[in-house]
Nanobody, 113 residues
Framework: VQLQASGGGLVQPGGSLRLSCAAS????????MGWYRQDPGKQRELVAS???????NYADSVKGRFTISMDNAKKTVYLQMDSLKPEDTAVYYC????????WGQGTQVTVSS
């Protein structure tokens, strides 16, 4: 499984960004996809995940502000990030689980005025 992420960038506090991640290669039996983020010197943490049946899971820090969705046919996962805060600044990584965990390249999200 290869994962191609896009959509990061610089945004002011209170703004919005939408991340996308498309899976390719052997994509049948992907069970879930999601997004993690990592600050330098910190552990990678779950932001949100979604199963192919539509069950979602969010970190407490993003509940009510971020929305994860998935296009099963395209094997693409989206993360709509609204009301962004400076503490959301991090490198965001796409993840897919199919037998094992796969990771995409990171995309930088910077929230700053």
């Amino acid at each position: 499984v290869q994962l191609q992420a896009s959509g990061g960038g610089l945004v002011q506090p209170g703004g919005s960004l939408r991340l996308s991640c498309a899976a390719s290669g052997i994509v049948y039996n992907i069970r879930s996809m999601g997004w993690y983020r990592q600050d330098p010197g910190k552990q990678r943490e779950l932001v949100a995940s979604i199963t192919t049946s539509g069950n979602t899971n969010y970190a407490d820090s993003v509940k009510g502000r971020f929305t994860i969705s998935m296009d099963n046919a395209k094997k693409t996962v989206y993360l709509q990030m609204d009301s962004l805060k400076p503490e959301d600044t991090a490198v965001y990584y796409c993840n897919a689980i199919r037998v094992r965990s796969y990771w995409g390249q990171g995309t930088q999200v910077t929230v700053s005025s």
